[in-house]
Each structure stands twice: as structure tokens, then as C-alpha cells.
T-cell receptor, first 114, second 110 residues
């Protein structure tokens, strides 16, 4: 079975631009979560979606938004990029909500903002 | 104070050693607990869930102490391949959030 997939794998953007990151969960998983990880730190929770609805949100500005589609895939959007948004963006899927089930991570999208 | 705290290490141990990691959490509403491992520049991978009764998977043993709000991971007979960062993870229903610790770095030497 295919694991969690993310696209693109690497991305270079300029300050002020917009970016869209994509994630496809493991088949049968209904929940997708997004995380930001900077070097030397653990992943920081951004959003959780379950059955196409937002169930949780971390302490990130409104420039960050996401959505989940009927096929359970998800997009993370970041507007007005800042240098500090440079990080590894991880997507994780789980069968139900993260409070009940283990999460499985994709390989991540490495975003560099110049 | 961070919601989930881990000793950042690094822990440098010889092959065959036993090593223990601790993790404390501050939110008493925390519901589920996990250990993940992360290799350099790779995604985190689930190592094991942590149950109130404790659980064991081969050389790995995880324990949860709800009264003191900490979880632990014990690795016996360390292998070179155990070298990685070990992440403590806590989730709680109240905010549907998942909190990762900053991770503990482990180096196992020949």
C-alpha cells in the first residue's frame, strides 16, 4: 500500500509570494494534519482536518490556511511568505482523529523562502 | 514552560547499552501518548504508542505515569541503527492538537 505522499518535495519561493502544498493520505485514512518543522525542533502543529472539516488549529497566523477534499487529500496554503516560513512541512494521516489514532507522516515538502 | 519537554541530549552510548529517555507534559487533559523516531532529514516514524499499563515491543519499553505527567522510553541492547532523534508526542481532545517535544538525540557508537 502507498504511504502518505506530498508534493512538491522541494520548493523555493520569494518573500511575499504564495505557496500551495499538497498531501494525499494513506488509503482509508480520513484525517490529515499539517506540521511545520524547523531545524533542531520537533514538528509544530498547524492544522488537523477530519472528514473535510477543520478540527484543530495550532498557533499560526491567518496567512496559513488549509482544506480537505472529498477524497481526503489536502492542501496547505501560505500567503505573503516570510523568511521565517522556511521549513520542512509535514503532512500526516490517521484513520480517525489524531487523539485516537497513530499518525503516519509523508516525506515532507522542504520550503525555502528567499 | 513548554507543554511537552524532553532532554535534548545528545546521548552518546556504546552498542549494547541500555538507555532511557523521559518526557514530561503539562496538560493534564492529555489523552494519547506516542514515541516517534526521526532520522536526519527524514520524516518522523511511529515507534510505539504508550498505554497506561505500559507496553513493550522487542528491545523497546514505554511507560506512562499520569499522576506525575511523564512518559518514558527504554531501549535495551542498543544497536548502531538506533541512532536517531526520539520525539515524545502528546495529543489531547480538548483542542484536537498534537504536541511534539523537541526530541532527544541518540548516538550509538561501535
Amino acid at each position: 500500500d502507498a504511504g502518505v505522499t506530498q508534493s512538491p518535495t522541494h520548493l523555493i519561493k520569494t518573500r511575499g509570494q504564495h505557496v500551495t502544498l499538497r498531501c494525499s493520505p494513506i488509503s482509508g485514512h480520513k484525517s490529515v494534519s499539517w506540521y511545520q518543522q524547523v531545524l533542531g525542533q520537533g514538528p509544530q502543529f498547524i492544522f488537523q482536518y477530519y472528514e473535510k472539516e477543520e478540527r484543530g488549529r495550532g498557533n499560526f497566523p491567518d496567512r496559513f490556511s488549509a482544506r480537505q477534499f472529498p477524497n481526503y487529500s489536502s492542501e496547505l496554503n501560505v500567503n505573503a511568505l516570510l523568511l521565517g516560513d522556511s521549513a520542512l512541512y509535514l503532512c500526516a494521516s490517521s484513520f480517525e482523529g489524531v487523539d485516537l489514532n497513530e499518525q503516519y507522516f509523508g516525506p515532507g515538502t522542504r520550503l525555502t523562502v528567499t | 514552560r513548554k507543554e511537552v519537554e524532553q532532554d535534548p541530549g545528545p546521548f552518546n552510548v556504546p552498542e549494547g547499552a541500555t538507555v532511557a529517555f523521559n518526557c514530561t507534559y503539562s496538560n493534564s487533559a492529555s489523552q494519547s501518548f506516542f514515541w516517534y523516531r526521526q532520522d536526519c532529514r527524514k520524516e518522523p516514524k511511529l515507534l510505539m504508542s504508550v498505554y497506561s499499563s505500559g507496553n513493550e515491543d522487542g528491545r523497546f519499553t514505554a511507560q506512562l505515569n499520569r499522576a506525575s505527567q511523564y512518559i518514558s522510553l527504554l531501549i535495551r541492547d542498543s544497536k548502531l541503527s538506533d541512532s536517531a532523534t526520539y520525539l515524545c508526542v502528546v495529543t489531547h481532545t480538548g483542542g484536537f492538537k498534537t504536541i511534539f517535544g523537541a526530541g532527544t538525540r541518540l548516538f550509538v557508537k561501535a
